[in-house]
């Protein structure tokens, strides 16, 4: 440790408008990062933690958002005093940067080598010749096949994780000393994660860079951290080996995290195999778009559901896991009909549900209820909370007084407020207005409880209490359930059953814990070594 | 807690001052058989008075008093206005809504027939209107809600393509809600904002062409009209400014008052601004 520091922050602290929740986005946060280490700061939404890249790189939104004090050490010299013009110098060169969503950090009108170039066009006098094979050999080395036809890509005709491997490569063009990561894995599928953490891994060895690397995932974290610095509300709450921190956090925030996280290991097996089957799904097809359209190249369709068949036994819990675009989300709605399904039958228990119009469907409707993924879209802003919920009943017949009743009796069990009733969906956070949909699918009480994602746009620690919640309501009331998720640990913890779904297909169906022990099909086996910190086992700690 | 929505779009300043102004405009069209008895065509006096003199806003080019022709042009105006543009959004937003919501060839045929309306110049389209239905009232107000309702419909319709995509309405078919009340419980309430804005600027336009029509002499020639008004003043604009400049400025403050209080509206209709 006698190494300077690379990056030095000394008591750094960020103002916020005065018309935000608290005064600082940052507060006195002194951290130090070190050549050929990779630091992880975690922290929650809002914890400050994008805040703190932005003002290592002078990116903050100013004038509402700007440093108060503190310095920025970058190799002894204060970034925060250095003008403009020092600092378009470092940028790039010195200290680069990846972000969330590499779609909208690429220029979407300028092929991939182009951009790359334009970076060493700035910072050094090289011949187009050697630009070209410098940003040839770096492509390959970010392990993008076939670099040649990259470099004439645009944004758009590249994969998600081939976006990233290109930002990645842009990032490194120019050898920095630091490359600060804002949740570069956040928006890609989990083996896709895999591979790009392993790559920064892999480069940040190989070129002795020091990497900042934010993230909310304590699974990331687990995977590729050297030291770790945990945020709350803007102040630097726990800084360690991490080693320690995963294992033996100290301070109580720290410790509440860590067990909110999901473990990996599978619910036990229940006693409840002699329950009948409630939902029964057979041949269901679904393809999106129409063939070739005149004057169009090739077959545009989508083939998002082939054929699937499934079957759920009352009481117990299904996942449906699988990637983005494997055709989880599509299924679900084409059993609850928001999709009509190109083929197949949907019975729940005992009732062609497929065989009947839209018309016929609406009665029948109130047997299968769905939580939304994104608490913030789900809820019509216009309804009180009381009025969201008692709205399906009154739909189905019931009379308006004991609709509300039955609304504010619901409230208690998904544990809001009863003074919450009569507000509006936006003084809510996100964990609370998730409740209030479940609330909402509950009030018809159904027989079956489809719920997508209901929980991926939750904060880790929210998110364990709404999976708590719903494990017990499923419990009380004997609810049956299908789960989609992508999220193996979410899985593991909530569901009886999984089915993994791949390309549109289920490529594995069969008890969590089986799944989980020895699985089957070679996709199942690369979704499972995917997930990040597998090797991690949260310690047991006292909330 | 919550604040009826009165006291919340009081609160708004210059939509208080919209509604007072709106409400003074009413007030003198609705009592103008009061204040000013008999045809406001009638000859009282010398030609060209001045303004604040013997009369108000003085005289015009045929010694008519101009304050009468105000109180009673502000009749036609506000009645005509108001009417076309309740006419054209209530098309508008039924055909939008309809073909936002359902999509497929439903879609397809009532943006069809809405481009064959848009793709005629409206205001000629609204001279070749009254001039065949003849000019009066009636007239005017079908040819101006028949120029100005495709605008509505489009924007209907695309906020009802996005709507529909959102999750509480997808959460609504899944309650078994029938597509009637999706479209009107559901979604309505939700685009009323981007609705009422438009609307109200309609009104201001409608009263606009209202005048453009009156100042062509396709005016109903029975009714005193603002727009008549600046339309018999014009020549002698020079010589006697007030003849179109306070009818201009009636115009003016009219349109103005209704555009604040449309957008107060939808500051006290929209919960999100609610909670201060």
Same mark, same amino acid.
């Given at each position: 440790?006698?190494?300077?520091?690379?990056?030095?922050?000394?008591?750094?602290?960020?103002? =916020?408008?005065?018309?935000?929740?608290?005064?600082?986005?940052?507060?006195?946060?002194?951290?130090?990062?070190?050549?050929?280490?990779?630091?992880?700061?975690?922290?929650?939404?809002?914890?400050?933690?994008?805040?703190?890249?932005?003002?290592?790189?002078?990116?903050?939104?100013?004038?509402? +958002?700007?440093?108060?004090?503190?310095?920025?050490?970058?190799?002894?010299?204060?970034?925060?005093?250095?003008?403009?013009?020092?600092?378009?110098?470092?940028?790039?060169?010195?200290?680069?940067?990846?972000?969330?969503?590499?779609?909208?950090? =690429?220029?979407?009108?300028?092929?991939?080598?182009?951009?790359?170039?334009?970076?060493?066009?700035?910072?050094?006098?090289?011949?187009?010749?050697?630009?070209?094979?410098?940003?040839?050999?770096?492509?390959?080395?970010?392990?993008?096949?076939?670099?040649?036809?990259?470099?004439?890509?645009?944004?758009?005709?590249?994969?998600?994780?081939?976006?990233?491997?290109?930002?990645?490569?842009?990032?490194?063009?120019?050898?920095?000393?630091?490359?600060?990561?804002? *949740?570069?894995?956040?928006?890609?599928?989990?083996?896709?994660?895999?591979?790009?953490?392993?790559?920064?891994?892999?480069?940040?060895?190989?070129?002795?860079?020091?990497?900042?690397?934010?993230?909310?995932?304590?699974?990331?974290?687990?995977?590729?951290?050297?030291?770790?610095?945990?945020?709350?509300?803007?102040?630097?709450?726990?800084?360690?080996?991490?080693?320690?921190?995963?294992?033996?956090?100290?301070?109580?925030?720290?410790?509440?995290?860590?067990?909110?996280?999901?473990?990996?290991?599978?619910?036990?097996?229940?006693?409840?195999?002699?329950?009948?089957?409630?939902?029964?799904?057979? /041949?269901?097809?679904?393809?999106?778009?129409?063939?070739?359209?005149?004057?169009?190249?090739?077959?545009?369709?989508?083939?998002?559901?082939?054929?699937?068949?499934?079957?759920?036994?009352? /009481?117990?819990?299904?996942?449906?896991?699988? *990637?983005? /675009?494997?055709?989880?989300?599509?299924?679900?709605?084409?059993?609850?009909?928001?999709?009509?399904?190109?083929?197949?039958?949907?019975?729940?228990?005992? +009732?062609?549900?497929?065989?009947?119009?839209?018309?016929?469907?609406?009665?029948?409707?109130?047997?299968?209820?769905?939580?939304?993924?994104?608490?913030?879209?789900?809820?019509?802003?216009?309804?009180?909370?009381?009025?969201?919920?008692?709205?399906?009943?009154?739909?189905?017949?019931?009379?308006?007084?004991?609709?509300?009743?039955?609304?504010?009796?619901?409230?208690?069990?998904?544990?809001?407020?009863?003074?919450?009733?009569?507000?509006?969906?936006?003084?809510?956070?996100?964990?609370?207005?998730?409740?209030?949909?479940?609330?909402?699918?509950?009030? =018809?009480?159904?027989?079956?409880?489809?719920?997508?994602?209901?929980?991926?746009?939750?904060?880790?620690?929210?998110?364990?209490?709404?999976?708590?919640?719903?494990?017990?309501?499923?419990?009380?009331?004997?609810?049956?359930?299908?789960?989609?998720?992508?999220? =193996?640990?979410?899985?593991?913890?909530?569901?009886?059953?999984?089915?993994?779904?791949?390309?549109?297909?289920?490529?594995?169906?069969?008890?969590?814990?089986? +799944?989980?022990?020895?699985?089957?099909?070679?996709?199942?086996?690369?979704?499972?070594?995917?997930?990040?910190?597998?090797?991690?086992?949260?310690?047991?700690?006292?909330? | 807690?919550?604040?009826?929505?009165?006291?919340?779009?009081?609160?708004?300043?210059?939509?208080?001052?919209?509604?007072?102004?709106?409400?003074?405009?009413?007030?003198?069209?609705?009592?103008?058989?009061?204040? !000013?008895?008999?045809?406001?065509?009638?000859?009282?006096?010398?030609?060209?008075?001045?303004?604040?003199?013997?009369?108000?806003?003085?005289?015009?080019?045929?010694?008519?008093?101009?304050?009468?022709?105000?109180?009673?042009?502000?009749?036609?105006?506000?009645?005509?206005?108001?009417?076309?543009? @309740?006419?054209?959004?209530?098309?508008?937003?039924?055909?939008?809504?309809?073909?936002?919501?359902?999509?497929?060839?439903?879609?397809?045929?009532?943006?069809?027939?809405?481009?064959?309306?848009?793709?005629?110049?409206?205001?000629?389209?609204?001279?070749?209107?009254?001039?065949?239905?003849?000019?009066?009232?009636?007239?005017?107000?079908?040819?101006?809600?028949?120029?100005?309702?495709?605008?509505?419909? &489009?924007?209907?319709?695309?906020?009802?393509?996005?709507?529909?995509?959102?999750?509480?309405?997808?959460?609504?078919?899944?309650?078994?809600?029938?597509?009637?009340?999706?479209? !009107? &419980?559901?979604?309505?309430?939700?685009?009323?904002?981007? @609705?009422?804005?438009?609307?109200?600027?309609?009104?201001?336009?409608?009263?606009?062409?209202?005048?453009?029509?009156? !100042?062509?002499?396709?005016?109903?020639?029975?009714?005193?009209?603002?727009?008549?008004?600046?339309?018999?003043?014009?020549?002698?604009?020079?010589?006697?400014?007030?003849?179109?400049?306070?009818?201009?400025?009636?115009?003016?403050?009219?349109?103005?008052?209704?555009?604040?209080?449309?957008?107060?509206?939808?500051?006290?209709?929209?919960?999100?601004?609610?909670?201060?």
């Amino acid at each position: 440790m006698s190494e300077p520091a690379l990056l030095a922050l000394h008591g750094l602290s960020v103002a =916020l408008p005065v018309w935000a929740d608290r005064e600082r986005a940052v507060s006195e946060l002194s951290l130090e990062l070190r050549r050929n280490e990779i630091v992880c700061v975690v922290g929650e939404s809002g914890s400050g933690k994008s805040v703190l890249a932005r003002a290592i790189m002078g990116l903050l939104p100013a004038p509402h +958002v700007r440093v108060t004090g503190g310095r920025v050490l970058f190799e002894g010299e204060d970034l925060l005093r250095a003008g403009p013009e020092r600092m378009r110098a470092i940028r790039g060169a010195r200290i680069a940067m990846i972000f969330q969503e590499p779609m909208t950090a =690429l220029n979407p009108l300028m092929t991939i080598g182009r951009q790359i170039e334009e970076m060493v066009e700035i910072h050094l006098a090289l011949t187009r010749r050697q630009r070209r094979a410098r940003i040839l050999a770096l492509l390959e080395e970010v392990r993008l096949a076939d670099p040649q036809r990259i470099m004439r890509a645009y944004p758009h005709e590249l994969s998600g994780g081939q976006r990233q491997r290109a930002m990645i490569a842009m990032a490194l063009i120019l050898e920095p000393a630091i490359l600060i990561a804002d *949740e570069p894995t956040t928006a890609l599928d989990v083996t896709t994660q895999a591979q790009i953490l392993a790559l920064i891994k892999e480069l940040q060895r190989k070129h002795q860079t020091g990497v900042l690397f934010i993230t909310h995932d304590f699974g990331v974290v687990a995977e590729i951290a050297d030291h770790v610095a945990v945020m709350q509300h803007g102040i630097l709450v726990e800084l360690g080996a991490a080693a320690q921190v995963l294992n033996a956090p100290r301070h109580d925030y720290t410790k509440s995290l860590i067990a909110a996280v999901p473990a990996l290991t599978p619910r036990p097996r229940r006693e409840m195999e002699a329950a009948p089957v409630l939902l029964e799904v057979s /041949g269901v097809m679904k393809t999106f778009g129409t063939g070739a359209a005149w004057f169009a190249r090739g077959d545009r369709r989508v083939h998002a559901v082939k054929s699937v068949d499934l079957a759920v036994r009352r /009481g117990h819990t299904l996942g449906l896991v699988g *990637e983005s /675009g494997s055709g989880k989300s599509t299924l679900a709605r084409c059993i609850i009909r928001l999709i009509e399904p190109d083929a197949g039958t949907v019975r729940l228990g005992g +009732v062609d549900l497929s065989a009947l119009s839209r018309r016929q469907l609406r009665p029948h409707r109130k047997h299968i209820q769905m939580v939304f993924q994104d608490p913030f879209g789900s809820l019509n802003p216009r309804l009180t909370v009381v009025q969201l919920i008692a709205q399906g009943p009154i739909t189905h017949g019931v009379a308006a007084s004991e609709a509300l009743a039955i609304a504010r009796e619901l409230l208690q069990l998904v544990r809001l407020d009863p003074a919450a009733a009569d507000r509006f969906p936006h003084e809510f956070s996100g964990g609370q207005r998730q409740r209030i949909g479940i609330a909402r699918a509950l009030a =018809l009480k159904p027989d079956l409880l489809v719920a997508d994602e209901p929980v991926s746009a939750l904060d880790v620690s929210v998110q364990a209490q709404v999976l708590q919640l719903l494990a017990d309501i499923r419990d009380r009331l004997e609810l049956t359930m299908l789960f989609i998720t992508h999220d =193996l640990r979410v899985a593991a913890q909530v569901c009886d059953e999984i089915a993994v779904m791949h390309h549109g297909e289920i490529v594995e169906f069969g008890p969590t814990i089986d +799944v989980f022990a020895d699985p089957q099909h070679a996709y199942t086996r690369e979704l499972l070594a995917a997930v990040p910190g597998r090797n991690w086992i949260p310690p047991q700690l006292q909330r | 807690m919550q604040q009826p929505f009165w006291r919340r779009f009081v609160r708004n300043r210059p939509a208080a001052f919209g509604l007072a102004f709106l409400a003074f405009v009413v007030v003198l069209a609705l009592g103008a058989p009061l204040l !000013f008895p008999g045809d406001p065509f009638r000859i009282v006096d010398m030609t060209f008075l001045p303004p604040f003199g013997a009369y108000l806003f003085g005289t015009d080019s045929l010694g008519r008093d101009i304050a009468a022709g105000i109180a009673h042009g502000g009749r036609t105006s506000l009645m005509v206005g108001l009417v076309a543009s @309740i006419v054209a959004v209530s098309i508008g937003t039924l055909l939008g809504a309809v073909a936002g919501f359902y999509r497929g060839w439903i879609d397809d045929a009532l943006m069809r027939f809405t481009e064959f309306f848009q793709t005629i110049p409206t205001f000629l389209f609204a001279i070749v209107l009254v001039a065949i239905m003849s000019p009066s009232r009636g007239s005017i107000i079908v040819a101006i809600a028949v120029i100005s309702w495709p605008p509505i419909a &489009r924007l209907v319709r695309g906020e009802f393509m996005a709507m529909r995509e959102r999750e509480f309405v997808q959460a609504a078919i899944c309650l078994g809600m029938t597509d009637l009340a999706i479209i !009107f &419980r559901q979604i309505l309430p939700n685009v009323l904002s981007p @609705i009422i804005v438009a609307g109200s600027l309609m009104v201001a336009t409608a009263i606009l062409i209202e005048a453009a029509l009156a !100042f062509l002499g396709l005016g109903d020639s029975n009714a005193m009209s603002w727009g008549f008004m600046i339309g018999a003043g014009r020549s002698f604009l020079r010589d006697a400014w007030w003849l179109c400049a306070i009818p201009g400025i009636a115009i003016l403050l009219t349109v103005l008052s209704i555009n604040l209080v449309g957008e107060g509206v939808n500051d006290a209709l929209n919960p999100r601004l609610r909670t201060l």
